[in-house]
């Protein structure tokens, strides 16, 4: 239980620090906040665009979000920030079970969980890379909640088009694992167009 206690007062002592700092230099406009649920199991899940994706995410709630992120990061010379701020370190070049196993704690315990269901930061033209079953298999696994979220624009000083949307909620429980994709494909894809949509408007 120490071991649990100890990241989690980390990262509620360094938050508020580094969300000021990235509030103040990206300025982004985050919607749907009221969405993530205050308690229980979640996973909240988007698109992955850039290396600060998760950090709208965090500064959305006051909930503790273990996010998954890939072993190099733990192999660096931050890898005791990483392990402080309750990440979990994830292989990709193999089927991590550790990973996932630690992933699954989380929700069971009715924390919440942080994801890429693309795996990796999209550097190509393509909208959203194929996305991976993890997120819907541990949802389903779990009984856990789904939050979608979507992350658009650039991140440049005070940028004037950085967007994070928050969707609604979802479970997958009783959903197969393909049509759980797909939902959750379509709910993160809608959300950027959406998002997407309203930035051409202006």
Not at 178 to 189: F, Q, R, S, Y
């Amino acid at each position: 239980m120490e071991n649990k206690k100890l990241p989690e007062k980390f990262y509620k002592f360094v938050k508020p620090i580094l969300g000021s700092i990235f509030k103040l230099y990206y300025h982004p406009k985050i919607i749907g906040k009221e969405n993530i649920p205050k308690e229980g199991s979640i996973i909240i899940a988007g698109n992955h665009k850039h290396v600060m994706d998760q950090c709208g995410v965090i500064i959305s709630t006051k909930r503790v979000v273990h996010y998954m992120a890939k072993k190099e990061y733990f192999d660096s010379k931050l890898s005791w920030f990483f392990k402080w701020t309750g990440c979990i370190s994830v292989d990709r070049s193999i089927h991590d079970d550790t990973a996932k196993e630690a992933a699954l704690n989380v929700l069971r315990d009715g924390r919440a969980l942080g994801i890429f269901p693309e795996g990796t930061r999209n550097k190509t033209e393509a909208f959203l890379l194929p996305f991976k079953f993890g997120c819907v298999s541990m949802a389903k696994k779990t009984d856990s909640y789904i939050v979608p979220f979507a992350v658009t624009g650039d991140y440049k000083f005070r940028s004037k088009n950085l967007v994070y949307r928050i969707g609604k909620p979802f479970k997958v429980t009783n959903m197969e694992l393909p049509d759980a994709n797909k939902k959750l494909e379509k709910a993160i894809g809608d959300l950027m167009k959406k998002s997407l949509s309203e930035e051409k408007k202006k």
